[in-house]
């Protein structure tokens, strides 16, 4: 009896202690919504708050999040700051190269150009976009002038104080700018990236498996796109 | 806070404003006030300790430590801040979890390095995965803590070292025809006589420390410039309370928080400098000594 309490003790310990090791920290950015912002509660939340607890259900996995700076987001990844990074980060063949992204969780979305009126220079003039991103790469292709900013907030700030002719980001950040504010987009939408995904150290395939299954079977039972109607709007192109 | 604050969208004029200014991402920024003292609080003797050990290596006559000493402060003198931070706090982070790792995972066969990835076993992560959000908060701001005094620390260093030989050599000799060894006479005569040569330099050094606080938030740490920054951008209506592009009143706030830490800084070293000065061979001294102070 007493080696069968014991016994029991000892199962539900390791049991415990399994369970424990399966907090997965989640990395993300706080600043760029409706994908991820800190509410008025001071909490994450958005689209990928959302989708993440879904994801960390469905994976059976306790899920902890973690607010970091852009700039150093990849850096404290790979040193094992966190376990992943959910922070509206498109898949590029260059992040790929240091990190290993799941299959993407938002189709390829088009990005796009706001401005304080219709007749503003995208080709030649000045473009504010946020640093380390893929639009920010964009127009130094194009040949405009880039100005950077560290954060999504002030590219658009920037626009509205004449600093920048034009901002550039994700059409599903800009759009509830456009929509509520004085902005108005600018010009055809330019599809970039490969869409948004989740990133793992390249050393990590487990996890990066269980969030990669979690997401197929989102997109599977079609509650993937009912987040996406949500949170990003009924235009944001869907799977 | 409020139970009227339930439902924002249905607020006005001033209710709305006081339940904004209670929301809980104003109570964080709040909080944050809090943050910034405590790091000031502990770096700013950290930071000396840092520097008086600096100044004492770079003065050695063991030639290794003399060297160390000057490396010390001259390479982190060099380096800018904002590099500085961000490879100190993730090199020292490395270095401990490195240390466990050899202790706690001896039979661990995979390498540590995998192409840019750093992996240390379960056990030895620091830290540890199933800790609570708070003990990442606090070991994270430790690490800030570290990264402020040790880049702090090599510009205090040089300016003790400085002060240190600015201590009238007629003083040292008084000690040493006394009979004082070099050890009694570097405690009881050069450091109480320095600190006076070193104030200037230390409270430049004080003032430039308390408006760095905003590199914390490159370590996940957030303060005051972070949640005023946050707090302020414009706010579409996916927000429970929208508004326009406040920022200006929000630094505004700032400017007024860090101009009453200037004045109040200011009257605190002022009157350091009084109780130092007293019974110096300096012309703060002197005068002193003349008023019959």
Redesign the interface.
């Given at each position: 009896m007493k080696k069968l309490i014991l016994g029991t003790a000892a199962l539900a310990l390791s049991a415990g202690m399994g369970l424990?090791?399966d907090?997965?920290?989640l990395g993300t950015e706080?600043?760029y919504?409706?994908y991820n912002?800190?509410?008025?509660?001071?909490?994450v939340d958005?689209f990928e708050r959302e989708l993440g607890d879904e994801l960390c259900a469905r994976a059976e996995l306790t899920c902890?999040w973690?607010?970091?700076?852009w700039?150093?987001i990849i850096?404290?990844l790979?040193?094992?700051?966190y376990?992943a990074i959910i922070a509206g980060m498109s898949i590029t063949p260059e992040r790929d190269e240091?990190v290993d992204f799941t299959q993407n969780y938002t189709p390829p979305s088009p990005s796009a150009y706001a401005a304080m009126s219709e007749d503003a220079d995208i080709e030649g003039g000045v473009i504010a976009a946020q640093t380390g991103t893929i639009q920010a790469n964009h127009v130094v292709d194009t040949g405009a002038t880039l100005l950077e900013f560290p954060?999504p907030?002030?590219t658009?700030?920037a626009v509205?104080n004449g600093e920048a002719d034009a901002v550039m980001a994700d059409k599903d950040f800009l759009a509830?700018?456009v929509?509520?504010?004085d902005l108005v987009f600018v010009g055809e939408d330019i599809p970039l990236g490969g869409g948004i995904g989740m990133a793992f150290?390249?050393?990590?395939p487990e996890l990066r498996g269980k969030f990669d299954a979690a997401i197929q079977t989102m997109k599977d039972d079609g509650t993937l796109n009912e987040l996406i109607v949500k949170w990003l709007g009924e235009d944001s192109p869907r799977f | 806070m409020f139970a009227s604050c339930a439902d924002p969208s249905t607020l006005e004029g001033l209710n709305w404003l006081a339940c904004y200014l209670t929301s809980g991402k104003h109570m964080a920024f709040y909080a944050s006030f809090g943050t910034v003292m405590v790091l000031l609080a502990v770096t700013a003797p950290a930071a000396l300790l840092f520097g008086f050990g600096g100044a004492m290596a770079a003065r050695s006559r063991i030639w290794p430590v003399q060297w160390l000493g000057r490396a010390y402060t001259a390479m982190v003198r060099g380096v800018p801040d904002i590099i500085f931070f961000l490879f100190v706090p993730v090199a020292l982070d490395q270095a401990f979890e490195w240390l466990r790792h050899k202790a706690k995972c001896p039979d661990w066969t995979e390498p540590i390095r995998q192409g840019s990835d750093f992996v240390v076993c379960t056990q030895a992560k620091l830290p540890l995965s199933t800790s609570p959000q708070w003990v990442h908060e606090t070991y994270g701001f430790a690490l800030a803590v570290l990264a402020f005094a040790v880049v702090f620390g090599a510009f205090a260093a040089n300016v003790l070292y400085g002060a240190m030989r600015a201590v009238p050599r007629a003083q040292m000799e008084t000690a040493e025809a006394y009979g004082m060894t070099p050890r009694q006479s570097f405690w009881r005569i050069l450091v109480p006589q320095m600190w006076v040569y070193a104030l200037p330099g230390l409270s430049n050094l004080w003032m430039i420390l308390i408006k760095a606080t905003p590199l914390l938030f490159l370590l996940g740490v957030e303060d005051i410039v972070y949640w005023a920054r946050e707090l302020g951008g414009s706010k579409t209506s996916i927000y429970a309370y929208p508004h326009p592009d406040w920022r200006l009143y929000y630094f505004l706030a700032l400017l007024v928080f860090y101009l009453g830490l200037t004045k109040l800084s200011e009257m605190v070293l002022g009157r350091l400098t009084v109780r130092l000065s007293h019974g110096q061979a300096t012309l703060a001294g002197e005068a002193q000594r003349k008023a019959g102070g």
């Open positions: 424990a090791q907090v997965v920290r706080g600043a919504p409706p912002f800190i509410n008025d509660n001071g909490e958005g902890e973690v607010t970091n700076d700039d150093s850096p404290n790979v040193s094992g700051n376990d240091v954060n907030d002030d658009v700030a509205r509830p700018v929509e509520e504010g150290r390249e050393s990590d | -």
